[in-house]
C-alpha cells in the first residue's frame, strides 16, 4: 500500500487489508489475554513470584510472560495500523470529495457550453393533437422552435412566416429544429391533410423575449 508521500494512490482494497489485519492483531491480542485468563487470571501486571521471592509454580511462567510481551507488541502494532487506516481513509474522502468537485464542474461547464452553443428560438409549441401531423412527426408540447423550414430566429416577424412555409410545403417534408430539454432535436414534419383542422394539428405561439 501507498503511504502519504508514496506515489501510488491509496484505494478502497488497500483499506479493506488494512482493516482486516486489524481484525487479526485483535484477535491475536483476544487470545493472549484468555490465555493469561487461564494461567489462575493472572492479568498483565500480578506478580509472577511469590510472598517469599521465588518464582510462582502454580502457572507457567513461560507462557505468562511470553503472552504479556505479545500484548504489548500487538498493542503498538495496532496503535500503529489505526493511524496507518485513519490516514488511508482520509486519502480516500479527500480524493472522492476533489472527484466529486471535478465532476460538478465538468457537468456545469458541459451545461453553460450546450447554452451557449443553442441556437435562438422565435417560437413555441403551447398544443399538440394526438394523431396529427405534427404529433406523428415527434413534435411536443413547450418544444422550442429554432428552424421552421427556411424560417429561423434572423428572418422571423410573425406566425404567418410559419403559415406561409407550411402552406408551401404541403405533402413535402420540412425540416424543423427545435430545443428540447436543453438539446437540440431535428425533426421532420409534413404538412398535409387529416381528420383535424389545419395542416398540422398543432398550435404555435411567439417567444416574448
Known sequence: MAQPGGTRPVTVSDVQQLVKRKDEIEAQIKACYELLESQKGVGMNE?????????????????????????????????????QVEEALHQLHAREKEKHAKD????????????????????????????SPASISGLQVDDEIVEFGSVNANNFQNLQNIATVVQHSEGRPLSVTVIRCGKKVHLGLTPKRWAGKGLLGCNIIPLQR
Do not use: W
Open 104 to 131: 460538478e464542474a465538468e457537468a456545469l461547464a458541459e451545461a453553460m457550453s450546450q447554452n451557449q452553443s443553442l441556437p435562438q428560438a422565435f417560437a413555441k409549441v403551447n398544443t399538440v393533437t394526438p394523431g
Open 47 to 83: 506478580p509472577l513470584v511469590d510472598a517469599e521471592g521465588f518464582p510462582r509454580d502454580d502457572i507457567d511462567l513461560y507462557q505468562v510472560r511470553t503472552a504479556r510481551h505479545n500484548i504489548i507488541c500487538l498493542q503498538n502494532d495496532h496503535k500503529a495500523l489505526m493511524k
